[in-house]
């Protein structure tokens, strides 16, 4: 009974109505034929229970599917290039999402990103060994885990990775342009800003120009003109000394040096030759102070000579006020070929003769650097601008004073005067006692001036003083 219920348990396999005709046919024509050789043997017909002992069941099962033909070798090779293509896209596009997840910093971008990167690399090594596996075997069998796709399904993946790949490198361009108009707006700000000072500043000048002389004058003073003179005596004084520390690295004689420019002094101590030093300094500098161009010749204001005196004295001061306003060494970057630019060099050539400059800017010490130029000493240009510009102020600030302030210099043998004098030694000059002879003046240091009513002395050096100890 379990063998019955077995084997009825068991689905009858599904076939075709034909094929059980047939099937059904066949086997009415075996029984057929076991029959007919079963006539001849008695025992079986007088068998009462007619069971045919022995009989086989014969099981007629359908024809397996039919086995897929192998792979083209050269349909693989194609299939297995387009992956290729296809997965280096993919990587490249998850490393460009990388990169960009890291400006501004996007952590879940970040693993994200690197996750998918490894994930292409990793599927990089199975096609490698694919190929390796393809290359011993040129005809893989149906069954064989290669890790391809079609070639159709490659492209599609090729063209969705240069989809992704685009669509970064867009946000990353959109990004950059959002990024540059905010840039755009706060400088739209800032010059707007600049525009309204502008504004402002020259409203305040048009209204300084339309003042009239009164304001003018309450504007100008005695205490302005020395204040200005003051700064350019410290320019002068701090150009000097390093002048004078240039000339001790190039090992020059300075009581020589002192000599050539006032020849013939007595000084009372033996460092007192800067003074003479000091002297030439300021003399060349102030040299044609006393005119409006200032040395720069006929053609440099010649447009206003012609003008009124008071329209002259309004340019002046404005160009006082507006130098005042800048930075020296950024005016001459900026405008090389401007007043102030020329007056610089027309007076460094007039200060420093060329056989001067190469004995101090030469290779007058090996370990040194060899200068080319006088700009090439930074300190030595910066301050000498500096005094430059000082003395270029202190000179459109005279001639904005009416009438013009008036320059003067004391020659020298002349007798030492406390009202138009002033000794650069102080020490027992002024007291004048335990003197034995009359103080005479040696050469002016720096000169004085003459401001309406009111003299600023100028400062001298004086020879022939001796002082009792």
Partial sequence: ??????????????????????????????????????????????????????????????????????????????????????????????????????????????????????????????????????RRNPNPSPESDLPLVSHLEAQVQENQSLLRTFDTVINRLQSDIDRKDGEAWVLKKQLESVETT??????????????????????????????????????????????????????????????????????????????????????????GFDSEMFGLGGDAISSDLNSSFNSRRKRFLRQFVEHGYVDPMELLSRYPDCDFARFCDIKYQELIHPNMESSLFGDFNEKELVLDSWRSSTAFYESFVGMASAVWMLHKLAFSFDPKVGIFQVGRGIDFSMVFMESVVRRGVNSGSGCKTKAKVGFTVIPGFKVGRTVIQCQVYLSGMKCAE
């Avoid at 396999?13 to 099937?23: D, R, T």
């Avoid at 002992?53 to 299939?79: C, E, F, N, S, Y």
């Avoid at 000097?240 to 190039?250: F, Q, R, S, V």
């Fill in 1 to 134: 009974m379990a063998m019955l219920e077995t084997e009825a348990s068991l689905k009858p396999p599904q076939i075709s109505g034909m094929f059980q005709k047939l099937a059904l046919a066949f086997r009415t024509k075996t029984i057929e034929f076991f029959a007919e050789e079963a006539d001849d043997d008695a025992s079986l017909l007088d068998s009462s229970d007619e069971i045919i002992t022995g009989q086989r069941v014969v099981v007629i099962k359908p024809d397996p599917a039919k086995a897929p033909p192998p792979p083209d070798p050269l349909q693989a090779l194609q299939t297995l290039i387009s992956s290729l293509f296809a997965t280096v896209s993919s990587f490249k596009a998850s490393y460009l999402h990388l990169q960009t997840a890291h400006a501004p910093f996007d952590a879940d971008g970040i693993q994200a990103a690197d996750r998918a990167a490894v994930s292409h690399l990793q599927r990089l090594s199975d096609i490698k060994h694919s190929y390796v596996d393809f």
């Fill in 198 to 287: 502008n504004e402002r500043l020259s409203k305040r000048l048009e209204d300084f120009d339309a003042t009239s002389s009164s304001s003018s004058e309450f504007l100008l003073s005695v205490s302005l003109f020395e204040s200005v003179l003051q700064d350019a005596c410290r320019a002068a004084h701090r150009f000097t000394k390093i002048l004078i520390d240039l000339m001790k690295e190039a090992g020059w004689d300075l009581d020589s040096a002192a000599n050539s420019v006032h020849p013939g002094i007595e000084y009372i101590k033996r460092g007192h030759n800067r003074y003479a030093i000091l002297s030439y300094v300021c003399l060349v500098m102030f040299g």
